[in-house]
């Protein structure tokens, strides 16, 4: 037998350092390079858009891994987002002072509910505890009645719908349809300054990237085994002895704590915060950009989510009237190509590339007139005219790895 030999694939040592790798020169482009070449207006965009894809990474955790369609993600964000807005609000105003939308509503007293955001600390432990508590609470009341699938769905997009209209209906209290505007210090930060603003930038991209690595760590932990045990076969997985209302409601906490967290953020980056930031429109843009990059990787849910933003942007900008059918096509074209997102398309090209890899690239020896293949004048055969034929009495699994051949 005759020819080269095939190209080794890459081993798995250097397949563990691909992800490292990628996340490293990830976080160098968005530090070093993005300020360095972005104008300020376009780097607080990307600011905007990392504090989304924050939302992205936790519903990577909940949908992609847990199996939970969460369309009402807009409410732990505006729980995060109004939590710290509160805070900022009052140190505008100042000691016995009042917001000013409050002022222009006649409102006479600050109400009992904003006191205690006063205090910077409490501030920031609300921004987490608030929507943690939400979900919490929501999760141990529907998953222990096996509330699932497209009904909590519903569910989550109907508590986004009510918490919009909370929020427009207490104008005095919560700013109503314009929401929380105006805002101009972050914790000693002028957020008019073009160098605070970029230090803001540094830390959004800072907890995304904390983020990343505690969604990434749980999903490889037994949790997170546990998780997809869970949305493979709740069932199953209610024999074995674990609870899986338990485990679907640690998964959905976390996820609202991101989102939260990604809420305290959007606010001192854009400068504002209304419902039309957290109805089901908004829940819904966001769970549309973890399906275009890919629910199944966290890596496709940060990607989708700045890909989706992005997109929207630049179609508003270049066609103020079309830009929404445009985002709705763009879905659609991902969805019928690539059901499982970008990141599944990709796994799935480079899969075909290592198996084309591992084919033995030689020529076989095969007696002419077995009719197998039509023999050549050298009494020999193209290994292409083989592929996928086996040979007698050999099954057409593969034995050592079971996969049936391509």
């Known amino acids: 037998m005759t020819g080269t030999a095939a190209t080794a694939p890459a081993g798995p040592g250097r397949r563990r350092l691909a992800g490292p790798a990628l996340f490293v020169a990830v976080g160098l482009l968005l530090v070093l390079v993005a300020p360095a070449v972005l104008s300020p207006f376009r780097l607080d965009l990307l600011g905007k858009y990392l504090c989304y894809a924050i939302v992205a990474v936790g519903i990577g955790l909940a949908w992609g891994r847990g199996g939970m369609l969460t369309l009402g993600q807009g409410v732990f964000f505006g729980l995060g987002g109004y939590a710290m807005g509160m805070h900022l609000k009052l140190r505008e105003a100042g000691p016995g002072g009042l917001p000013d939308f409050m002022v222009w509503s006649g409102v006479e007293s600050l109400p009992a509910l904003w006191r205690p955001f006063a205090n910077p600390l409490f501030a920031l432990a609300m921004v987490v505890v608030l929507p943690v508590t939400v979900a919490v609470l929501l999760g141990l009341l529907v998953f222990r009645q096996r509330v699932r699938g497209a009904y909590f769905a519903v569910l989550s997009q109907a508590l986004a719908a009510a918490f919009v209209i909370l929020l427009v209906g207490q104008q ?68 074995l002895g674990y609870e899986p209302a338990v485990v679907k409601t640690i998964a959905f ?85 690539a059901p499982r997102g970008l990141a599944g398309l990709t796994a799935d090209l480079r899969a075909a590339v290592r198996h084309r890899r591992r084919r033995p690239a030689r020529a076989v020896a095969v007696p002419v007139g077995s009719g197998t293949a039509a023999a050549n004048g050298s009494g020999h055969v193209d290994p292409a005219e083989l592929v996928g034929r086996p040979a007698t009495g050999v099954p057409a699994v593969v034995a050592n790895r079971g996969e049936e051949p391509a």
Not at 302 to 315: D, H, W
């Open 172 to 239: 005095g209290l919560t700013g109503g349809t314009n929401g929380l505007t105006n805002f101009q210090m972050f914790y000693g930060l002028d957020l008019y300054q073009p160098g605070d603003k970029r230090i803001l930038y540094l830390v959004v991209v800072a907890v995304l990237g904390a983020m990343f690595l505690l969604a990434w760590q749980l999903s490889r932990s037994r949790f997170g085994q546990l998780l997809v045990a869970v949305r493979d076969g709740e069932d199953r997985v209610r024999f």
């Open 253 to 337: 906490a976390v996820s609202a704590g991101m989102a939260g967290i990604a809420g305290a953020l959007f606010v001192p980056m854009v400068g504002l915060l209304s419902p039309a930031n957290l109805g089901i429109v908004a829940s819904l843009e966001l769970l549309i950009g973890v399906a275009i990059g890919g629910r199944f990787s966290l890596a496709g849910a940060v990607g989708g989510a700045l890909l989706v933003n992005y997109a929207k942007t630049i179609f508003s900008e270049e066609s103020a009237d079309n830009w929404i059918y445009l985002q709705g096509a763009m879905f659609v074209v991902v969805m019928l190509w």
